[in-house]
């Protein structure tokens, strides 16, 4: 089945043609029209209340024709600007707090979350060794009094997680006066020292669009990641993140549940972060997630969670045709480049599709053992797309 992507308009996205998203709507549905001056954030694939796909030649939600709901939603996301500073609770704090306030929390599930790199893509991902942490609190002096002598002394004498919660403790506790003022000392004094630490334009941009905000602060705890193409990170419960820009393809379990904390106006749960976020500092490269080769054609993401996995196609123009071979469980594609005739198996019997960039098909359960990539005409270019399904790789 053919669907039809769900697009949002968060402010944050990038802006008109600009846009991944955008251009893949275009690519996906003939009626979608462009607006210049709209933002277009993210592409939603799967039967998630807040943004079902359609099937094309019916019209109807996917959830409908299913009559099910899929473990996972699949996702494209364009930044402009800055996601919030967050974590996402593991399944039993998400189920207790749902049943606490579930006007903050929505529903009882965990939200594991896959984001692989379309474009060269930035994020902040887990704390910094707490060593790098120290070195940071001693360079910028402002960073140093506003979390205080003993806090610091504890840095040093012991840089572990438990002194790194203490320091970020007492961050996300400070007054909102003296926040804006540590922040805009050093946006005055420390020019200079951001840019040989590589932090100056993300600094200037996030302050920019959250001034005073205590997540500006973040920037001298968590990793600061610059991902490539296909490279990818997985954010597990309790990992502190943020997305800062790019474009990428996203998989996680369907859940909104969401602990902010910072680069945000909305509601920020400090106590339930610092109870629930995990202080071990790793170094930057030990938070890129990879993935296991299958052949020259595919890769796989699995992460270590049931909800979903991600194979990566990239199918040389050269190659006749390819067989992709998988388990009975509902998957869905999305087409970046380059076009194939789809050959697969349905309940009404054999079946092709042309797919091409911005093409999404819902692969059935009934597809299995294998789906074939044929070569179509007049193609030069290799294909290239993702597919999310049930994690049925992960061995348990």
Known sequence: MELTGWVKNYEWGRRGISSAVAQLAMANDPDFTLDDEETYAEMWMGTHICGV????????????????????LFKVLSINKALSIQVHPNKCEAERLHQ???????????????????????????????????DYVDEFQP???????????????????????????????????EISKCIADIAKNYQKELKFN????????????????VGVLSLFFLNLLHLQPGEAIYLGANEIHAYLDGDCV?????????????LTPKYKDVEQLLDSVNFVGVHPDLKKFMPFRVDEQVQVYIPPVSDFAVISLKIQHSLKTYKLQIQPYGSILIVLNGVRTLR???????????????????????????????KAEDCDEDFTGYIASFNYFRVA
């Not at 003993?150 to 506790?173: F, G, T, W």
């Not at 996680?252 to 910072?262: F, L, T, W």
Request: hydrophobic letters at 35%.
């Open 250 to 262: 996203e998989c996680m379990a369907c859940s909104d549940n969401v602990i902010r904390a910072g």
């Open 100 to 134: 606490e306030r579930p006007e903050i929390y929505k529903d009882p599930n965990h939200k594991p979350e896959l984001a692989i790199a379309l474009t060269p893509f930035k994020a902040l991902c887990g704390f910094m060794p707490p060593e790098d942490i120290r």
């Open 344 to 374: 697969l198996k349905t309940q009404a019997g054999p079946k092709e599709i042309v797919v091409s960039r911005g093409s999404i098909v819902y692969i059935p359960v009934e597809s299995a053992p294998e789906v074939e990539f044929a």
């Open 53 to 72: 796909s359609v099937v094309k030649e019916t019209g109807e939600t996917l959830d409908r024709v299913l009559k099910s709901d899929l473990p996972y």
């Open 198 to 213: 590589e932090l100056l334009d993300v600094f200037n941009s996030v302050n920019a669009d959250f001034p005073g905000d």
């Open 143 to 177: 960073l140093s009094q506003l979390l205080g002598k003993e806090a610091v002394d504890q840095l040093h004498e012991s840089p572990n997680a438990e002194s790194v919660k203490v320091c970020y403790e007492q961050l996300m506790k400070s007054d909102a006066s």
